[in-house]
């Protein structure tokens, strides 16, 4: 119990065991979040410092309370782009910041709130719902933008901020000319860098690390030596984040209360999704609904050290898996790791080269894109193919949140789809007296007396008319009166399939026949029991198995038609053969 509500005591006894492994990843995440930390506060509206207040405090939170091994928080596109949208209804960062900040500070700790709220609610199972083609779409949607948003940092082109997949396509192309050769040149040494490296099985752990440090030097020479221009992450404030207790003014907590949940459900979506596309390189079993509360602890908790909301950053966790992080110790190693860089190395830490740090996302873009997944997708499915395409498309030339709810919806439609038509087969006795499918055996014998059928599906509301048209169709036949429904592929009843059920066993019951079932599940049968449709349908109708069934339905066959049948499918046959 203890470890469920403290997860952290589970993976720390293994920290010992991979240290080496979460300090790379961790080191590794360090370098990769300063630029980051910078742009997506600029993005949300915020000054750069509370970027890295939330990079600092949010990845130690959630790592703590967390179910995934591999999931980096903190401040991300999605989430940034959300807030400033938000807030930005109300007050502009341009007319008064210390109003903007004071109000984003307020909608992240709500936005915890109702994240903490969902996951003790135990809302997780939601995610479930979530196909891993999306997964797939999604991840490779976020792979495709997030390399195309370090273009600007490649080419050295100043793309304007918040630009689009199609925007920034369409700006660099008419400005490819003002290209900076010496930022192109460090950023696709840093990437080569990393290709090789990453081939050396000795130090290929180490590819994100050295490529960076070897980046950065090739910037310097190129810099000292013809003089080139390469933007660096600039000057970086050294401060800890100070503590400081959010305005909770209720008319501001009103305003924003919508604005909150939206926020709230997008941060878990996306986290859920992040962790969910690692998890299915790292088999790793993860408990969604404890990632909802680790999600709003650390939203909550950071608000009151001036830190704005954070969720799962697809480039981190991307970047903490492939650098062979083993445990969340990584980032808090990472957290850390920033907090000595911003008290220490603030003077160092400026020189870092944004090609160099392009070059590296670049890669990790790149390695998002499943193309295994991808290719058994366009094999084996179409209807996979669409969430997948849709997904994809969605989260290139859509915002994040509205390439997952096409993503979802559409993978429920076609769920609905499916379980709305359930496989009715009619089954036939064949010559070594085994029940086989009339359409695998065209000379296996029926009973012409009694249809033996078998449904595999749930009886539910969206599964009841092509159910009901098949029965109806059958009921039409006059010269049945009787059928035997195999039941073990019935995965569950709803209340309005019991509904049907009993109107239509009474149905065939008013013209002297019966509809009988054979190996019903136990939990099939709870709505039928529940809700008093057993007692009227007759105990007497569900049998154990088909054996006991056909035993007995044959004594209320008519005995005149058996007298003169020559099919005789049945052992009970044999003893009106003997007689």
């Known amino acids: ?293 680790s999600q709003g602890i650390s939203n909550v908790v950071s608000s009151f050290f001036s830190c704005y909301t954070s969720s799962g950053s697809f480039t981190r966790s991307s970047i903490n898996y492939q650098a062979g992080a083993k445990t969340p110790m990584s980032a808090i190693i990472s957290a850390v790791g920033l907090m000595i860089v911003i008290l220490l190395f603030a003077n160092y830490a400026a020189f870092l080269p944004k090609p160099a740090m392009g070059g590296i996302i670049l890669l990790v873009g790149y390695n998002l894109i499943d193309f295994k997944h991808i290719k058994q997708i366009i094999k084996s499915s179409k209807r996979e193919l669409v969430v997948f395409s849709a997904t994809f498309l969605g989260t290139l030339f859509l915002d994040l949140e509205q390439a997952l709810i096409i993503g979802i919806f559409l993978s429920l439609f076609f769920y609905l789809e499916r379980t709305s038509k359930p496989n009715i087969a009619e089954l036939g006795i064949n010559d070594d007296n085994r029940f086989i499918n009339i359409i695998r055996d065209k000379n296996v014998k029926e009973c012409p007396q009694l249809k033996i059928v078998r449904i595999d599906g749930s009886i539910y509301f969206g599964a009841i008319e092509a159910i009901s048209d098949y029965f109806a169709e059958l009921y039409d036949k006059n010269d049945i009166k009787h059928v035997l429904i195999i039941a073990e592929g019935i995965n569950f009843i709803d209340l309005a399939g019991a509904e049907w059920i009993m109107h239509e066993v009474l149905k065939w019951q008013h013209r002297g026949g019966g509809i009988y079932f054979a190996g019903m599940k136990v939990v099939s049968q709870d709505v039928l029991k529940k809700g008093g449709f057993l007692k009227k349908i007759g105990y007497s109708n569900f049998f154990v198995d088909k054996n006991s069934a056909i035993a007995s339905i044959y004594k209320k066959l008519n005995k005149d038609i058996c007298a003169t049948c020559t099919v005789r499918v049945f052992d009970e046959c044999k003893t009106l053969d003997n007689t």
Do not use: C
């Not at 370098?31 to 600092?56: D, N, S």
């Not at 959630?62 to 980096?72: E, K, N, P, T």
């Not at 000292?224 to 209720?250: C, M, Q, R, W």
């Open 1 to 293: 119990m203890l470890q469920r509500v403290l997860p952290f005591l589970t993976w720390l006894p293994l920290s010992k065991k991979y240290w080496k492994d979460d300090l790379i990843a961790g080191i590794t995440g360090t370098i990769i979040v300063i630029p980051q930390a910078v742009a997506f506060a600029m993005i949300a509206g915020m000054p750069p410092i509370y970027g890295f207040y939330t990079a600092m405090l949010t990845p130690v939170i959630a790592a703590i309370f967390g179910s995934s091994y591999h999931l980096v928080s903190g401040p991300t596109t999605t989430s940034s782009i959300v807030l400033y949208s938000i807030i930005s209804k109300y007050v502009l960062p341009e007319t008064d910041i210390e109003a903007f900040v004071s109000l984003a500070i307020l909608l992240s700790f709500m936005a915890g709130v109702f994240k903490l709220l969902m996951g003790v609610a135990r809302m997780g199972k939601l995610v479930n719902f979530v196909s891993n083609s999306v997964i797939i779409g999604f991840s490779a949607g976020a792979g495709v933008l997030i390399a195309f948003k370090q273009l600007k940092h490649i080419f050295g082109i100043k793309v304007p901020q918040g630009s689009s997949f199609f925007h920034i396509i369409e700006y660099i192309s008419h400005h490819v000319s003002e290209t900076n050769w010496y930022a192109f040149a460090v950023a696709a040494s840093t990437l080569l860098i990393a290709l090789l490296i990453r081939k050396i099985k000795k130090i290929s752990r180490l590819y994100m690390l050295v490529a960076m440090v070897l980046g950065s030097l090739i910037a310097i020479w190129l810099s000292n030596k013809y003089g080139g221009h390469i933007e660096t992450v600039g000057a970086i404030p050294s401060h800890l984040p100070p503590f400081k207790v959010p305005d909770f003014n209720f008319a501001n907590m009103r305003s924003l209360t919508s604005g909150a949940i939206i926020l709230a459900t997008l941060g878990l979506v996306e986290a859920a999704a992040i962790s969910r596309s690692i998890a299915l390189h790292t088999h790793q079993k993860l408990n969604t609904n404890q990632e909802f509360v």
